[in-house]
């Protein structure tokens, strides 16, 4: 009976030390999903974010992160650029590979995809937040479902120095300087705009924005649009758009229309052109093929009157959590850690170039890109970004009709009503 018990006794310390050694094999490999609070278990957290330009910035700061918190790892997947990142995101839900951090523009954004958001209103970096930064992730109930990126901007940004050669002694703001400009640059054999139609959130978004964004109330037009109290067809904005769409067609570089985001930027950053359409994100790509370059922004015309020269800024978009997700407790520690280590303060403002949205983080290592939007800013001379606010869709429907306008297949009129019909359609 002794030897018995014995025999059991054994058996037991035996199959401890066993569990113990897989215990352990398993945190090592990070294969497990536990609460990595245990101090054993390792959790990976799949991050899916679309801004390509600092994807290699962010790659490294997740390193740093991991460093802190052995027990998180992080898995990046940066879906942007040419691609569509909406779509690869819907497909990520549809195949059950849900991330747990993402990317939202908020507004109609905000309300397609509430159902599957963390409420984040009781995170502690939510009292550092601009006011801006709160409003496209806040419902009507008050709650925030998301932590804003950054502050951006966008116009054409100009390169000084050819500007300079031209005999261009005064950066234009209105429309008929912006075509003397034009004119100056070409004259000198320089190609003025670097045009990147073939991307549709170049034209159909950003660029389109601007005759919304520059209404009288922009907010209150949007809502006539919806109500039908309001027409695209027959607006004092959207007629002189045409003027800005025409010039940098006419002065842009060689087949516009195949020209993609990667292409339109490298032609400006080599000297190739002397102005681009595009947004201070563009920073790190210029500085890395040109860190000599001397450029700034300009606005993107559409009359000569005052508001001609203001800027549009805004908040891009948003970190979000998913949340359903099995670590949402370390996604929420991931994100504070962010804006809340002096780690990732530097990050964010040294090597992502970002203007951050917090008031606990000081712009640092902006660039002339970033300086130049925190003086427009300073100025109050801003505008909207408005197209979180259009119809589902309507931006890349805009998108084609101004491409078939490019090509010459449809004239302006023609435009106009394929814009109406677009909002029309999908409202």
Known sequence: MKRFLLLCMSLVFVFGI??????????KDGESGGDSKSGDEVVT??????????????QEMIKEFEAEHPNIKVKLETVGG?????????????????PDIFNNGGFKELELWKEKLADLSGEPWVEHVLPIGKVPMTDADGKLYGMPVNLEGYGFVYNKDLFEKAGITEPPKTIDELKDAAKKLEAKKITPFSAGYGEWWVIGQHLLNIPFAQQEDPEAFIAGLYDGSEKITGNKQFKEFKEVLDTELKYANDNPLTTDYNTQVTLFASGETAMLQQ???TENMITEINPEINMGFLP???????????????????WVLNKNSEHLEEAKTFLN????SETGKRFITEEFAFIPAFDNIEPAGLGDLGTSILD??????TIPWTWFKWPDGANKEFA?????YAAGKIDYDTLLERFQTSWDNLK
């Open 337 to 340: 850690w962010m804006v809340s």
């Open 45 to 58: 957290l799949n991050f899916f974010q679309f801004k390509v330009e600092i994807a290699d910035q962010l």
């Open 400 to 404: 084609a009709a101004i491409q078939e």
């Open 82 to 98: 040419g691609a569509d990142y909406g779509a690869a995101l819907k497909a990520k839900f549809a195949s059950g590979e849900e």
């Open 376 to 381: 427009y800013s300073k100025e109050e001379k």
């Open 279 to 281: 947004g201070n994100w």
């Open 18 to 27: 066993m569990a113990g050694c897989s215990s352990k094999e398993t945190a």
């Open 300 to 318: 993107i015309p559409i009359s000569n009157d005052e508001s001609a020269g203001n800027l549009p800024v805004g908040v891009p978009n948003n």
